[in-house]
């Protein structure tokens, strides 16, 4: 539901109001602009990646590097969308910024508060859109994401291993797929 914040309309939130997105194993799923096959394509059972999908793939594996605290336990990259389960553990204590008064700060040290603000689940995710998105661009490929991401904390190793099997058959089972089209 859209709210008016300013004189402006702001759509709410989609996360949990009760998770700081900080410590957990979550399932994520983002999907490329108006669903088009940018990352590839599953033929006979297989998916044939693009340039793009290739990419998309190495930047999820060097995420954890890039991230101290998180793991990509799973992920499967789709034509039109990536599946990951990312655990995160990132202390509290690191969030809290300096505590100089904003007239202290510049700029970009207001920015990079706000972003050590938000949970670190939405900042391993904005990091990863946005390499493949700028290598797109560096490369001359017409890509696009849609602006957010679906997220769901997993509460139990049953949901654990039931997101787990899902990532692993997703391709078998594509033609099958919310996603397929």
């Known amino acids: 539901m859209a709210t008016l914040f300013q004189n402006k309309y702001r759509i709410e939130t989609a996360r949990y109001l009760r998770s700081d997105y900080n410590i957990g194993y979550f399932f994520v799923t983002f999907c490329t602009k108006e669903r088009e096959h940018f990352l590839g394509e599953i033929i006979n059972h297989e998916m044939h990646l693009s340039k793009i999908g290739v990419y998309a793939c190495d930047v999820i594996n060097k995420t954890p590097d890039l991230?101290?605290?998180?793991?990509?336990?799973?992920?499967?990259?789709?034509p039109n969308h990536i599946h990951l389960i990312i655990y995160v553990n990132y202390d509290n204590e690191n969030q809290n910024g300096a505590s100089d008064s904003d007239d202290d700060l510049g700029i970009n040290q207001k920015m990079k508060e706000i972003a050590l603000r938000k949970g670190k689940l939405s900042v391993i995710v904005g990091s990863?859109?946005?390499?493949i998105?700028?290598?797109?661009?560096?490369?001359?490929?017409?890509?696009?994401?849609?602006?957010?991401?679906?997220?769901?904390?997993?509460?139990?190793?049953?949901?654990?291993?039931?997101?787990?099997?899902?990532?692993?058959?997703?391709?078998?089972?594509?033609?099958?797929?919310?996603?397929?089209?």
């Open 67 to 78: 991230h101290p605290g998180c793991g990509i336990e799973a992920f499967v990259v789709m």
């Open 128 to 131: 990863i859109k946005s390499a």
């Open 133 to 181: 998105t700028r290598y797109a661009n560096n490369n001359d490929i017409y890509f696009g994401w849609q602006t957010r991401f679906h997220d769901h904390i997993i509460r139990n190793s049953k949901e654990y291993n039931y997101i787990f099997q899902y990532i692993e058959n997703n391709v078998i089972n594509w033609k099958s797929d919310c996603f397929w089209d």
